[in-house]
Nanobody, 120 residues
């Protein structure tokens, strides 16, 4: 089984920056597309950004220009660089990875989430 672990969240003032990491542990698998999602209290989970296996990226318009998703395939890690943070960005951030095991089995995994709190 594959486990995803997010890290890098914390408390930051408005205008500050954070870099979130999503690391996949396990063996005999490859990571396909990975998305970052967030969920604020009382709101639905929403997509933030997505990166394909080839490195192609897409962003929700409100995050474009502030957030950058990237990946380091050698480390099985995907990052979300968040700049110019706003209080509205406060949420639990999750990564979701589509993974193909070398056996041929394909599924998706969710991480446990990391809290991002932006103070005004």
């Amino acid at each position: 089984q594959v486990q995803l672990v997010e890290s890098g969240g914390g408390l930051v003032q408005a205008g500050g920056s954070l870099r979130l990491s999503c690391a996949a542990s396990g063996s005999a698998f490859s990571i396909n597309a990975v998305g970052w999602y967030r969920q604020a209290p009382g709101k639905q989970r929403e997509l933030v950004a997505i990166i394909s296996s080839g490195g192609s990226t897409n962003y929700v318009d409100s995050m474009k220009g502030r957030f950058t998703i990237s990946r380091d395939n050698a480390k099985n890690t995907v990052y979300l660089q968040m700049n110019s943070l706003l209080p509205e960005d406060t949420a639990v951030y999750y990564c979701n990875a589509h993974i193909t095991h070398y056996s041929g089995y394909t599924t998706d995994y969710w991480g446990q989430g990391t809290q991002v709190t932006v103070s005004s």
